[in-house]
């Protein structure tokens, strides 16, 4: 049982425009983790969010961890065709260390050029 | 690359045999963590290990599935008597115990069975 949704499932726009993909829950986590993940790879940490509120920049992607801490975001602005990927969220439930993350459903992400 | 590592990277095999994974985890890092991933899912929990200790089970990890970390350092996964619903991407991760610890991934091993 999956108990983060993403949305939406699959996404497919034009290089350079903005997007957002949403991470929910009705269970509160401790931290939340974005994962990017390749064709027949590992998935590849992007952020760690720990704050209720929190929002945090990676160049190009601004990740926002809900004020109750069920709910994140992930928004891409001026989307480049490199961004394609799988995209997963990830939730913690102890503040003593990650032990199992519960992933979300991912959303997979494609930038036509 | 020092990063997590696993072997095979593929693996196919027919329904009834056994199958060993491999991972070999980051060195300092005292936690493994094992998931498998099926086809347009994210990746589900299977078991982690906190040095040589299994510390949690997932109510997935059937008794035909064990996993080792006999002296702390690399893991293995067994799976016997396999069936064609084990086919999925067995990832592993390895991290370091602490406060807001992270979890590094290996490659993963595709698993097809036949």
């Known amino acids: 049982t999956q108990l983060l949704e993403q949305s939406p499932q699959f996404l497919s726009i034009q290089e350079g425009e903005n997007l957002t993909v949403y991470c929910n829950s009705s269970s509160v986590f401790s931290s939340l983790q974005w994962y990017r993940q390749e064709p027949g790879e590992g998935p590849v940490l992007l952020v760690t969010v720990v704050t209720g509120g929190e929002v945090k920049k990676l160049k190009r992607l601004t990740f926002q961890f809900g004020d109750a801490r069920k709910d994140s975001s992930l928004h891409i602005t001026a989307a480049q065709p490199g961004d394609t990927g799988l995209y997963l969220c990830a939730g913690a439930r102890t503040n003593f260390g990650n032990e199992k993350l519960t992933f979300g459903t991912g959303t997979r992400l494609t930038i036509i050029p | 690359d020092t990063g997590v590592s696993q072997d095979p990277r593929h693996k196919i095999t027919k329904r009834g045999q056994n199958v060993t994974f491999r991972c070999d985890p980051i060195?300092?890092?005292?936690?493994l963590y094992w998931y498998r991933q099926t086809l347009g899912q994210g990746p589900e929990f299977l078991t982690y290990f906190q040095n040589e200790a299994q510390l949690e089970k997932s109510r997935l990890l059937s008794d035909r599935f064990s996993a080792e970390r006999p002296k702390g350092s690399f893991s293995t996964l067994e799976i016997q008597r396999t069936e064609q619903g084990d086919s999925a991407m067995y990832l592993c991760a390895s991290s370091f115990f602490g406060i807001q610890e992270t979890q590094y991934f290996g490659p993963g091993t595709r698993l097809l069975v036949l």
């Open positions: 060195s300092e890092h005292n936690r």
